[in-house]
């Protein structure tokens, strides 16, 4: 009877355990596995982040049209290419003379300290190595055109260096720096796979596209 419960004891022992071959064979399996799920989870966060770069950017194109007509007056998306900052902007008509940082109420101006909204990480203004604009919207690849110190149209005071601004007129009308309709704003940001833009014909809604960063790309309507 001894020697019966001895064996199944040491028995009874042996099956709480596991082998050394059976751990090396679940950390191979789990190696492989993180493996595959990292880069995947890594290019499924590059692509929300530029595509939620992309619908901010959108979003203020789209409201300064609206604020435009709405307020009867200037307004413009404005991008610091250098910064990779956005933010909307409406000409101050009412004696201050220049364009106001929406979301800045303390400023009649805006200033070097009004709120700006910077793109994700590894997110910049940019096309990479796209080599031609979306069908039918620009003449030549490019950003938008510098932002106007003044507004469009306006006394000739000169132009702001490193940004680029889609602007409106008060009937909510794309303009260029004379004040003539503009089919050829848009904003491109890329994160060295992946380039997201939006066009801005003269008249109708904003348009967003997408490619991927390499030469003969083609874009695709979003």
């Known amino acids: 009877m001894k020697n019966t419960a001895s064996q199944f004891s040491k028995q009874g ?42 619908r901010d950017i959108t979003g203020t194109v789209g409201q300064a049209k609206m604020h435009a007509a709405a307020d009867f007056t200037h307004a413009r998306a404005r991008a610091n290419l250098a910064a990779n900052t956005f933010q909307l902007e409406i000409w101050n008509k009412a004696g201050a003379g220049c364009w106001q940082t929406v979301g800045d109420p303390a400023n009649p101006c805006t200033i070097g300290t009004s709120p700006v909204q910077p793109l994700s990480s590894g997110v910049t ?28 149209g306006g006394p000739a005071l000169g132009t702001i260096g490193g940004t680029a601004c889609i602007e ?36 109708g809604p904003p348009l967003n596209w997408s490619g991927q960063d390499q030469g003969g790309s083609s874009w695709y309507h979003q």
């Open 125 to 152: 203004f940019g096309f990479g190595a796209m080599g031609a604009p979306p069908p039918n919207t620009q003449a030549a690849l490019a950003q938008a055109a510098a932002c106007q110190i003044g507004y469009s």
């Open 13 to 54: 022992g042996r099956t709480r355990g596991f082998t050394l071959l059976e751990l090396l064979v679940v950390l191979a399996v789990t190696a492989i596995l993180m493996a595959i799920a990292i880069p995947q989870f890594q290019r499924i966060t590059q692509v929300l982040r530029i595509a939620g770069d992309m």
């Open 168 to 203: 409106f007129n008060s009937r909510g009308i794309a303009i260029d720096a004379a004040g003539a309709p503009n089919g050829n704003g848009a904003f491109y940001v890329n994160n060295g796979n992946m380039v997201y833009g939006v066009t801005m014909a003269a008249a």
